[in-house]
DNA sequence: TCAATTACGAAATGATATTGACATAACCGA
DNA sequence: TCGGTTATGTCAATATCATTTCGTAATTGA
């Protein structure tokens, strides 16, 4: 039973001062009940016990529990609509599995944008850049692949990039190799794996600098972790959706770029004309793409 | 100044306690704030007075004063829901680079997730899920990654998955062994790889059935191809975005747990048991994750 | 009008929260 | 490697809160 039907319905006889309260708390309804229990009776003009004694009489253990009720509550009214917002543009419900998830993803990449912190941003760029050492990638089974681009990037930016790969028993041999002047990026979602949380810890215990890329529930590395990125990975879906830890990912490269343009330019077009001399990439009618592809279109 | 935009902007460089805070808050805000200082500061992880002392360097007098404001924005957001709208504000301009991104690529998704056909993924499915010989994934330079986590999925749903990693000459050596029966599936962005294009080619020749993954300028690989999906890459940002392409894949994979979810779970559950046989994921507190997470939190 | 019952507030109490002071641990620059 | 600095947890003091107890006022039924 919701609260509200309790204030409304589960007193068959209010007293005076009951009645009072019941109606602040309705008045502008959740909100009233929120604050302590005696700024409730202060505004409803009662005293603290009869606070307490109505919420003991509507059916609760404690103040405390009633609370907890209306918050739940509140929870579920504050994300629905949410969410919802943008989806109820389109008369939802029998929309293709492939664009409802699409479209899901998007409304969850739109909550995510506006709580980027970007400091934390500044913070790993100036870390990653500035290594003394070399920056190592190590990624869980499916977040592998995100190391893996991210290694591909930074490959690009600076020397000693390296990417682990998949975490095996022969994984755990670099780590002799690591120490205080390097830095490990992890990226680890739940379920968090127990191979790429030990190799963290032992990383960590050398010395080496930890940056966790992970969802809101934090894995376990995030203990020993320098800087800890966080992304909602929450869909519609069985499965969660990478999109927002690519996106810092992006992100993160794109600040890398704007603030090490020079040194940058100078690698990246070395690279190039490796690549050019080789006929890695297509000559023909490409457009000019990556790093050098111009802006105008 | 919003509590929000205090809490992703306030700090020039947040210590590492005090961003764990901030990610807790921001992490389904403005609820998470709601509670006592204690509260946050157990789930956070930190002591109280790491708590208090971060309202304070955020400009609050005291605690409460920072909940009285959550309260108010609270009650602003509750009374006029069109104020939700609002908090998209339009950046300043001399927004921070990595969010000027974040928000680019979500502008990006937004705009893809409009444009998405669904019918090529119904295609996509059954040629994938009914292909009677084996899967093969294949792709460039950064979006072999993209290869390699649909792989990852595949692999889930059926059998006879092989990720061809990155392109070299041994991969070729892989062909004699493709066949009508086979299917190929392809990542190829501009800059498009002339080893990726030649493969797909010889493939193609060889009778196995192509479905390509590209950008809107389309692969050479596409004349060949049974089936293309079209994502947009462009982005603010020196590099394109592999974003729209990753949820393709999402989506895709999406589609396939629905479309034939029975003949999946009972395969799912082995891989599971597995994993857990062996103790590859942590066991303690983690949520069920991936496959089998609840939808609850 | 009276007595019994219920409602209610004042004061007290035990618990908890906030915040300041202090100490330790981590970090940074030399 | 070593001071100086900052960050952060521990402890303690104070304030506040929820809740119990008790006494008084209001209400009800005869």
Redesign the interface.
């Known amino acids: 039973m919701r609260v509200r039907d309790k204030l409304t319905d589960g007193l068959p006889a209010p007293t005076p001062a009951e009645a009072k309260i019941v109606q602040l708390l309705l008045a502008?309804y959740p909100?009233s009940g929120?604050?302590t229990a005696a700024q409730i009776a202060k505004r409803a003009g009662v005293s603290d016990p009869t606070v307490a004694r109505l919420v003991a009489k509507l059916g609760y253990a404690s103040f405390a529990d009633f609370q907890a009720e209306l918050?739940a509550e509140?929870?579920a009214?504050?994300?629905s609509?949410?969410l919802m917002?943008?989806a109820r543009r389109v008369p939802a419900g029998d929309d293709?599995?492939?664009?409802a998830?699409?479209?899901s993803?998007?409304r969850r990449?739109?909550d995510?944008?506006?709580?980027?912190?970007?400091?934390?941003?500044?913070?790993v760029e100036e870390l990653v850049m500035e290594a003394p050492g070399r920056v190592y990638l190590l990624g869980g089974?499916?977040s592998r692949?995100?190391a893996?681009?991210l290694a591909?990037?930074l490959g690009q930016f600076r020397e000693g990039v390296a990417d682990l790969g998949l975490c095996s028993s022969e994984t755990f041999d670099r780590l002799v190799d690591m120490g205080r002047r390097d830095v490990l990026i992890v990226f680890d979602?739940?379920?968090?794996?127990?191979?790429v949380?030990r190799f963290s810890e032992q990383a960590a215990e050398r010395g080496v600098r930890l940056v966790l890329f992970t969802d809101?529930?934090l894995s376990?590395v995030?203990?020993g972790?320098?800087?800890?990125l966080?992304a909602?990975v929450?869909?519609e879906?069985?499965?969660?959706?990478?999109?927002p830890p690519?996106?810092?990912v992006?992100?993160?490269?794109?600040?890398i770029?704007?603030?090490r343009q020079e040194r940058i330019e100078k690698r990246v077009v070395e690279f190039e004309n490796a690549r050019e001399a080789n006929?890695?990439?297509?000559s023909g009618a490409?457009?000019?793409?990556?790093?050098?592809?111009d802006?105008n279109?």
Do not use: N
């Not at 992006?250 to 600040?255: N, P, R």
């Not at 006929?279 to 297509?282: D, E, F, I, Y």
């Not at 490409?286 to 050098?292: K, L, V």
């Open positions: 502008d909100l929120l604050g918050l509140l929870e009214r504050l994300h609509p949410l917002m943008e293709h599995v492939a664009r998830y699409i479209r993803a998007t990449m739109a995510f944008s506006d709580k980027v912190t970007p400091a934390i941003f500044d913070q089974r499916f692949h995100l893996g681009m591909g990037y979602y739940r379920r968090y794996q127990s191979d949380v809101p529930w376990p995030a203990a972790a320098l800087h800890v966080v909602p929450e869909v879906s069985p499965y969660d959706t990478f999109l690519l996106a810092q992006e992100a993160l490269c794109t600040l770029v704007a603030r006929g890695v990439t297509m490409t457009m000019s793409g990556a790093a050098t592809k802006r279109s």
